[in-house]
């Protein structure tokens, strides 16, 4: 599925992709480079929707080029979510052009999409005026168009945008046959791991941190950050002494993603996380503490049900 995210340098484009698809944090975004030209990247959202996302580098001499007739056709056709954001900070009339532009060219070619989303962004800023860059942007829009876009001040540092795409990119979730698919086969086998260890069962998506499905159905939580469950790397420390001990005893080809398996406990339930495949993690909430409850978890996280849900994680990876 692709994605594109256009608009005027330093409006905030990248920093908004790498913090919603790949988990960063804003402190990692603060010295981003202009990005020059097209940049795509492939990622999983939320394990269950394939984008590729085409992040374009807003510098004006890139922007002729996108508009340039020998390259509009590639930008602007089989696009499925497309995205425009500006800096509300630097409030230019001339973005109407450009606006303009990837409106048209965005319609020509992609005449099936039935929705544009502009972001203005950097709300967080003392100086935004997002309301003047509504006004400007919003101004005597050709009729067809005007409903078919929506308007919403967002903060890349404050979270609001990345909420934002995700609720973007979750409608589209919800228009796809494939995903819908999917998702109700995970749930499938969730809901009988719950059936087998009176558990409740949460599978999470690593690189962007997202629940993919639970057995407490639609279940609305802050994209885990600082979250990559490798416990090896995670505390290298226990992996450090894990390898020591393994070497007394002469076993060899230790690799940290053996470590898969981390352990909570509080006063009334266990909390285990169990990595299910490369970028899909399992967490196991158990309703009481009795031994039995917990060892029945962790029988049915190395059973079939688990192995079964592992084979359709690989499977479906793209
Ligand atoms: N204060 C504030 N700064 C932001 C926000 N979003 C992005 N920035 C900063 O704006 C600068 C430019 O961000 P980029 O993500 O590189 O912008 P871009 O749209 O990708 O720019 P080009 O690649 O040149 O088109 C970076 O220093 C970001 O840290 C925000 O919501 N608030
Ligand atoms: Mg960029």
Redesign the pocket.
């Known amino acids: 599925m692709k994605v594109l995210?256009f608009?005027?340098?330093?409006?905030?484009?990248?920093?908004?992709?790498?913090t919603t698809c790949l988990g960063y944090n804003?402190m990692k975004?603060?010295?981003?480079?202009?990005?020059?030209g097209v940049?795509r990247e492939n990622f999983i959202f939320r394990g269950i929707l394939e984008l590729s996302i085409w992040?374009?580098?807003?510098?004006e001499r890139?922007l002729e080029r996108y508009f340039s007739e020998s390259q509009r056709e590639l930008i602007f056709s089989e696009v499925t979510a497309a995205v425009f954001?500006v800096?509300s900070?630097i409030i230019d009339a001339e973005v109407r052009d450009i606006f303009d532009n990837f409106l048209k060219y965005l319609f020509e070619f992609s005449p099936e999409i039935d929705q544009a989303y502009v972001l203005l962004?950097?709300?967080?800023?003392q100086e935004s005026k997002e309301d003047e860059f509504y006004e400007i942007l919003s101004k005597n829009l050709n009729g067809e168009f005007k409903d078919k876009i929506s308007f919403t001040p967002?903060?890349?540092?404050?979270g609001s945008?990345q909420h934002r795409l995700i609720e973007i990119l979750d409608y589209e979730i919800q228009k796809s046959t494939l995903s819908l698919q999917r998702l109700g086969k995970v749930r499938h086998l969730l809901d009988e791991l719950k059936l087998t260890t009176l558990s409740e069962f949460l599978l999470f998506n690593q690189p962007d941190g997202l629940l993919i499905t639970s057995t407490l159905g639609k279940f609305e939580s802050k994209p885990l950050q600082f979250m990559k469950f490798e416990i090896g790397t995670l505390d290298s420390n226990i992996y450090n002494l894990y390898q020591q001990i393994m070497e007394l005893q002469n076993i060899s080809n230790l690799s940290p993603l053996k470590l898969s398996t981390v352990v909570y406990e509080s006063e009334d339930c266990w909390i285990i996380v169990k990595e299910v495949i490369n970028g899909a993690v399992l967490m196991a909430v158990t309703r009481g503490k009795q031994p039995e409850i917990f060892s029945g978890v962790l029988s049915a996280l190395n059973g079939e049900i688990f192995n079964n849900l592992q084979i359709y994680l690989k499977s479906s990876e793209f």
């Open positions: 995210l608009g005027p340098a330093g409006a905030g484009k990248t920093s908004l992709m790498r804003f975004v603060l010295n981003l480079k202009p990005t020059k940049s992040d374009l580098g807003g510098q890139y954001m800096d900070a962004n950097k709300i967080d800023l967002v903060s890349v540092k404050e945008a």
